[in-house]
């Protein structure tokens, strides 16, 4: 198959390169951004938007000279792969090991690869705000593949629906009304946030509580009612429930600390908030997300499925 980095069809047959070929290469972020948004997976993201270069590759000169707005295409084709894909996604995860916990991202500047040996790929970067937050990106699990693709394309993206229509196959009318439920529905799962740099020291707090296993101070700094999620995938030792109440939280973060006796805890950016990871040997073996309301946590997202952190992980 032929591949946006090989020369095949990219080449005018006279050994020099494609003039349009870097016009088409600079949408490659943007693709990787709308399909990991969709997706919530970093790696089906990369296949996603592989199998669409693969798609124009296919066209012949013609049909793509006759391609007014190749940006456009490449991310109607994109949302469409992202929309078959969510369709499946559900029946796969019906029969994941566990809970299913969207991809964590690392901050850009520590970004590795998420293919095994091949290098990172700056393109492949994924711009971090709330819109990959690890709370909405759970949120978007909530909605139908139609709901989710109408409401980033449209709210986060800014895609009229006369386009989006073209890609859920409904009127512009109904694309709106899929987007206003998408809407409602991450408005009631949204609460009011701490600012990002209260967020941080709740977590500094958070970790030197967890690594002195001092229960009361984790418990002070928990909502009553705080959960955490833990995803292995079956491939990584995990909670197979969520947990839930400060106190069994707690307890439960402090025996993962008793066990583990050579385990690091550090400060990192998880999908653009303060966030941890945990390290064994220098190797990251779990990611933590947090959702903070207030002066608490409410919620702790604990990703140690090793298929969902090669980005954070050398090799």
Known sequence: MTTPSEPGPADSGRGQPDPGLAAIMSERRQLINVAYRLL???????????ETYA?????????RDAIASPGAWLTTVASRICLDQLGSARARRERYVGQWIPEPL??????ISSRPGAPADPADRITLDESVSMAFLVVLESMTPAERVAFILHDVFGYPFT??????????????QLASSGRRRSRAAHVPVAPTDRQAAIIRDFKDAWQSSDIGALVALLDPDATITSDGGGLATAAPHPIEGASLVARYLADLAAHAPALTILERTVNGQPGLIAQQHGSTVTVFAFDITGDH???????????KLRPWTAG
Not at 45 to 50: C, G, I, L, R, Y
Not at 55 to 63: G, V
Not at 106 to 111: D, Q
Request: with cysteine; charged share 25%; aromatic share 8%.
């Open 163 to 176: 386009e989006i229509a073209r890609i859920v196959g409904r009127t512009p009318a109904a694309c709106r």
């Open 55 to 63: 798609r124009w590759y296919a066209l012949t000169p013609d049909q």
């Open 106 to 111: 690392p901050e850009p500047a520590e970004w």
């Open 40 to 50: 919530g997976s970093l790696a089906e993201a990369e296949d996603a938007v592989q």
């Open 297 to 307: 946590v409410t919620h702790i997202w604990a990703v140690r499925n090793p298929e």
